[in-house]
């Protein structure tokens, strides 16, 4: 069983930063995927950054720029770095990691951006 919490949300003025946190526990041997994903009420899902083991990094045009998407694979933690926050960005965030061919997805945690 494979268990994620994302952590380091709240509310934030526009033009600060945060960093989210995605710690994995659980029956992990390797993530091959990691990714950050946001959902706005009323909208759909979206991709914010993602990696993988084969060397991709993608990141939504959005958020080029002033977001990064890293991960202590040790630790099993992933990491988003928020920087320039707008409230456009304003959302519940979550991880999403590919592990053993399964995805595995936390619950969310929300920041919110005041302009």
């Known amino acids: 069983q494979v268990q994620l919490v994302e952590s380091g949300g709240g509310l934030v003025q526009a033009g600060g930063s945060l960093r989210l946190s995605c710690a994995a526990s659980?029956?992990?041997?390797?993530?091959?995927?990691m990714g950050w994903y946001r959902q706005a009420p009323g909208k759909q899902r979206e991709l914010v950054a993602s990696?993988?083991?084969?060397?991709?990094?993608n990141y939504a045009d959005s958020v080029k720029g002033r977001f990064t998407i890293s991960s202590d694979n040790a630790k099993k933690m992933v990491y988003l770095q928020m920087n320039s926050l707008k409230p456009e960005d304003t959302a519940v965030y979550y991880c999403?990691?590919?592990?053993?061919?399964?995805?595995?997805w936390g619950n969310g945690t929300l920041v919110n951006v005041s302009s």
């Open positions: 990696s993988s083991t084969y060397g991709s990094t």
């Open positions: 659980g029956s992990i041997f390797s993530i091959l995927y």
């Open positions: 999403n990691l590919g592990i053993r061919s399964v995805a595995y």
